[in-house]
């Protein structure tokens, strides 16, 4: 494998892309890349009050962002000012703002200018939402994963269960595991994903040479055994 041979994962919110990445890269001992943190952290960082400022203002507030990357497989670590994000950034609140900021030019630049950065140390797995088609357009292999909204929404709620209630925040939140619960996060979810795929700005789809895996009745294994074999062609 080459030096510089960049993997990209792209799809939407639900659909196992951090998981699998962060996977894709301890088989292969890659460094993961996980863009989606970098969009939640900025949106954390910066807080709702930030999508009011002007674009300049907007760009001096993300300059005051530095982030890094170290390690490989599961030893990557993604940090911002030298602190490693948590839970704190990967509740639904945030993760709605986030889109909300990924539909800014001046968030989308700097992101964008930061990530291919990391990019040109050497070779590694991205995972986000346009990194084939607009980050890393030149990457060796390119994977768009996608499943059925419902599908991506009883995984996020498995996943909310095993990080426990207290990461909802809302004090007036549907019980856990419950239906009602599941219904307002497939909500949240094809909401997220009108904003991605509407947004003007490098909107959610497959780059024209992406290889696109539906995952929806496929486990974990099964994908990455799908997205081994083709990295490992390159």
């Known amino acids: 494998m080459s030096t510089h041979t960049i993997i990209t994962l792209d799809g939407p919110a639900g659909v196992g892309k951090s998981t699998l990445a962060k996977a894709l890269a301890r088989e292969l001992q890659l460094p993961f890349l996980d863009t989606g943190a970098m969009f939640r952290y900025v949106a954390h960082a910066l807080g709702e009050d930030a999508l009011k400022l002007d674009g300049p203002a907007l760009a001096a507030r993300l300059e005051t962002l530095d982030f890094d990357l170290k390690g490989s497989g599961d030893n ?3 940090a911002c000012n030298g602190q490693v994000p948590g839970n704190e950034i990967r509740t639904e609140q945030v993760g709605k703002l986030a889109s909300k900021f990924a539909a800014l030019p001046e ?7 930061a990530q291919q950065r990391l990019g040109n140390r050497g070779p590694l797995v991205a995972e986000g939402r346009d990194m084939g088609t607009v980050v890393f357009p030149q990457a060796a292999r390119k ?11 009883k995984r996020r709620q498995l996943q909310l269960l095993e990080q426990g209630a207290d990461k909802r925040q809302a004090a007036n939140a549907p019980a856990p595991g419950s239906e009602e619960e599941l219904r307002q996060i497939e909500a949240q979810i094809r909401e997220r994903d009108h904003q991605d795929r509407n947004r003007a700005i490098a909107p959610l789809r497959p780059a024209e040479d992406a290889i696109i895996v539906d995952t929806s009745n496929l486990s974990l294994d099964q994908v990455l055994a799908k997205l081994l074999d083709s990295a490992r062609s390159i």
């Open 76 to 78: 990557s670590i993604l």
């Open 107 to 113: 968030v989308r630049d700097f992101l964008k200018t």
């Open 143 to 153: 994977f768009f994963l996608d499943a059925d909204p419902l599908v991506r929404a």
